[in-house]
């Protein structure tokens, strides 16, 4: 298996424009997650899926993001307009199984900077 | 308060040296209990994972659960510089979401 996959790797883009950042997770797996990395806040969780269903959007930081699921094989993660704070790395994770004690895999991220 | 506490480092210790590594927590319904390695601009990466308290090794690595004081560790044995990287703690009751540690930074110096 290729593991999560992402794209793109790197984003630059200036301030008021939409980004759109993509995931593709493991076959198989029915729980997806998007996560924000920073030096100053660690690993946030924004959003999660079971099942192509959205569960927790709690950590979506204001209504500029938003997420989507079309199907068990595709998740993006949309920002709009985007800002300089939401510079960060952005990473998908996918996971067997919601409950229980499966671990998540995550891919390699997306760098994104807002200027 | 946070639920997992972590201690971000940087720890630095020579090569061939022990590295322990430790978080506490404040949920009691946490069960699950995982390690993850990140190194520098990749994704989290699972190392160990255990259930109940007590001791779990894996070659170099061993992970422990203290339940009844809400202590996690890890121990890196004969530590190599390519153990460098950011150590997370991350934990999990029965029914939520992984809840991540801040990170601990290692640094292994030859």
């Known amino acids: 298996d290729a593991g999560v996959i992402q794209s793109p790797r790197h984003e630059v883009t200036e301030m008021g424009q939409e980004v759109t950042l993509r995931c593709k997770p493991i076959?198989?797996?029915?729980?997806l997650f998007w996560y924000r990395q920073t030096m100053m806040r660690g690993l946030e969780l924004l959003i999660y899926?079971?099942?192509?269903?959205?569960?927790?959007d709690s950590g979506m930081p204001e209504d500029r993001f938003s997420a989507k699921m079309p199907n068990a094989s595709f998740s993006t993660l949309k920002i709009q307009p985007s800002e300089p704070r939401d510079s960060a790395v952005y990473f998908c994770?996918?996971?067997?199984?919601?409950?229980?004690?499966?671990?998540?895999?995550f891919g390699s991220g997306t760098r994104l900077t807002v200027v | 308060q946070k639920e997992v506490e972590q201690d971000p480092g940087p720890l630095s210790v020579p090569e061939g040296a022990i590295v322990s590594l430790n978080c506490t927590y404040s949920n009691s319904a946490f069960q699950y209990f995982m390690w993850y390695r990140q190194y520098s601009r990749k994704g989290p990466e699972l190392l160990m994972y255990t259930y109940s308290s007590g001791n779990k090794e894996d070659g170099r690595f061993t992970a422990q659960v203290d339940k009844s004081s809400k202590y996690i560790s890890l121990f890196i044995r004969d530590s190599q510089p390519s153990d460098s990287a950011t150590y997370l703690c991350?934990?999990?009751?029965?029914?939520?979401?992984?809840?991540f540690g801040a990170g601990t930074q290692v640094v292994v110096t030859p």
């Open positions: 991350a934990m999990r009751d029965s029914w939520g979401k992984l809840q």
């Open positions: 899926f079971n099942n192509n269903v959205p569960i927790d």
């Open positions: 076959s198989g797996h029915n729980s």
């Open positions: 994770a996918s996971s067997l199984e919601l409950q229980g004690g499966y671990g998540y895999t």
